[in-house]
T-cell receptor, first 111, second 115 residues
Framework: GESVGLHLPTLSVQEGDNSIINCAYS??????FIWYKQESGKGPQFIID?????DKRQGQRVTVLLNKTVKHLSLQIAATQPGDSAVYFC??????????FGTGTRLTIIP | NAGVTQTPKFQVLKTGQSMTLQCAQD?????MSWYRQDPGMGLRLIHY???????DQGEVPNGYNVSRSTTEDFPLRLLSAAPSQTSVYFC??????????????FGPGTRLTVL
């Protein structure tokens, strides 16, 4: 899940396994959510988004699940590869178009 | 296409010094923005611009100035650096303010340390 301290939560996954990264968002009025990937020394990169009128959206090897009841978002990465090693963070967009970013989870792929 | 470029990659300043972080994009994007990224916190918007000659404040604008004289460039100025401005700074651009976030591109970042 997201971190409120100085150290990011970490998730280590065997190469080829599936990864699930979680995010708890804060604003029940948020209507749009994004997952980003940030590799070491690089800027964030958009992965996938979902609107609040959906509970699931699939991309290429990634799936985002949204549970509005408990204000929870998850990112599932199928068949993880070494190139998936990065920090992943979510962002929520409220009706005033304010985008609030989470702190992230560090995903490490074990060969 | 170089995309979004930022210079320098690393910078160390003393308290009170001034400097400009450079950001340029070659995609003819109208919308550009600056964020800072601090440990334990998510990205926070500093300033943004919807086009040449137009800038506005984001969430944490204090201590920073911006200008947008051309479509390509969006420099961020620190007039009197403070240790609280130690951070990693990201510039981002997109076609326009209404473009989806999937069409927003981030630069590689500038890591700034203020002593």
């Amino acid at each position: 899940g997201e971190s409120v301290g100085l150290h990011l939560p970490t998730l280590s996954v065997q190469e080829g396994d599936n990864s699930i990264i979680n995010c708890a968002y804060s604003n029940s009025a948020s209507d749009y959510f994004i997952w980003y990937k940030q590799e070491s020394g690089k800027g964030p990169q958009f992965i996938i988004d979902i609107r609040s009128n959906m509970d699931k959206r699939q991309g290429q090897r990634v799936t985002v699940l949204l549970n509005k009841t408990v204000k929870h978002l998850s990112l599932q990465i199928a068949a993880t590869q070494p190139g998936d090693s990065a920090v992943y963070f979510c962002a929520e967009n409220d009706p005033n178009e304010k985008l609030t970013f989470g702190t992230g989870t560090r995903l490490t792929i074990i060969p | 296409n170089a995309g979004v470029t930022q210079t320098p990659k690393f910078q160390v300043l003393k308290t009170g010094q001034s400097m400009t972080l450079q950001c340029a994009q070659d995609m003819n994007h109208e919308y550009m923005s600056w964020y800072r990224q601090d440990p334990g916190m998510g990205l926070r918007l500093i300033h943004y611009s919807v086009g040449a000659g137009i800038t506005d404040q984001g969430e944490v604008p204090n201590g920073y100035n911006v200008s947008r004289s051309t479509t390509e460039d969006f420099p961020l100025r620190l007039l009197s650096a403070a240790p609280s401005q130690t951070s990693v700074y990201f510039c981002a651009s997109s076609y326009d303010r209404l473009a989806g976030y999937n069409e927003q591109f981030f630069g590689p970042g500038t890591r700034l340390t203020v002593l």
